[in-house]
């Protein structure tokens, strides 16, 4: 089974990846004593930069077995100091080449970028008309004849999806203000004032329009419109909690907020309708399903899942990077 992992999760690879770098980049007229000094370094050099936000290697394997790697560096080389981060080492075992592993490992790296909230990403590199085909773009050539390219790595268009209770609106505002892009609650387009649905048909005519916009943070479900937007969306945040997670969720909003106004709602008073709650408890065995079938056919760079909030916490203050973003909440 082919599976990505951050090299920091499976450190029992460093060796081989620290060869197979020296190998493929280092200077070919090493004696055996010089190649493995220069490996030996190369190690400690990888876990140094662990946490380095400008730093990731990722490794491909197969049943255990190592197919390929690639990295984000916060340099490469002394020509180009002004830009940061790198796109670099990308690299597949030679007995595994053409068999498709170099998208699989562009579409990972160019997902950990969009993870980090990195806008770009640039690349040298001596190969004629290979990155174009993974998105890339060409800038210019370098003086020493490697070609400069760039990676434009877009996250204008979010869709937050997942369970009641489990935080999609407050995600959206705190994700609206660190990226500048308009939040969209999709139960504010459902209801009017005093909890008055408004047409289903107009209603889903309404989230359409607002998908094709150019930029947008959409949180809700409303799976006859689903489709459409987590094909335009440029990343999907599924929020996949367990039914006592939505419950507990649900339950912190009605005894905080109960009879009072809902700031995305405007209009309609915080209540507890127990029909709701029945959709809550039974959502993940009804609805669930639904939205994993969607899932299924979108690409895997788009995706990101969390299974608990203290995952989705650590990612937002790595995403942000500010440490104090979870003060947005209270």
Request: with cysteine; net charge positive.
């Amino acid at each position: 089974m082919l599976k990505i992992y951050n090299i920091k999760e499976k450190q029992e690879f460093l060796r081989e990846v620290a060869e197979l770098t020296q190998r493929e980049w280092g200077h070919q007229t090493n004696s055996e004593e010089e190649f493995e000094k220069k490996v030996q370094n190369k190690i400690p050099k990888i876990v140094q930069n662990f946490n380095n936000p400008s730093y990731c290697k990722l490794i491909l394997l197969e049943n255990n077995t190592l197919i390929g790697f690639v990295s984000i560096f916060p340099t490469d080389g002394d020509e180009r100091i002004d830009l940061t981060p790198w796109y670099a080492t990308m690299f597949v075992k030679e007995e595994y080449r053409g068999n498709g592993y170099s998208k699989i490992l562009n579409d990972a790296i160019l997902s950990e970028a969009r993870k980090r909230n990195i806008p770009k990403l640039y690349l040298k590199t001596s190969l004629n008309n290979y990155y174009e085909k993974f998105g890339a773009t060409y800038l210019k050539t370098l003086q020493n004849v490697e070609k400069l390219y760039c990676f434009d790595i877009k996250t204008n268009r979010i869709s937050i999806i997942g369970g009641s209770g489990s935080g999609k609106s407050t995600l959206a505002n705190i994700l609206s203000k660190v990226l500048d892009i308009p939040a969209i609650h999709l139960d504010a387009i459902n209801y009017n004032a005093n909890w008055v649905e408004i047409d289903k048909h107009k209603r889903d005519e309404i989230i359409s329009s607002k998908s094709k916009e150019d930029k947008w943070i959409i949180d809700g479900n409303y799976n006859k419109t689903l489709k459409e937007r987590l094909d335009r969306a440029d990343l999907i945040i599924w929020l996949d909690y367990s039914t006592f997670a939505h419950l507990k969720g649900v339950s912190k909003r009605i005894i905080k907020n109960f009879n009072k106004e809902k700031f995305e709602l405007p209009g309609c008073k915080e209540r507890l309708d127990f029909n709701f709650i029945k959709y809550v408890i039974t959502y993940n065995k009804k609805n669930r399903p639904k939205v994993l079938e969607l899932l299924n056919d979108v690409p895997h760079y788009k995706l990101l899942v969390f299974k608990k909030q203290k995952d989705l916490n650590n990612w937002l203050k790595s995403f942000s990077k500010n440490e104090n973003i979870l003060d947005m909440i209270k």
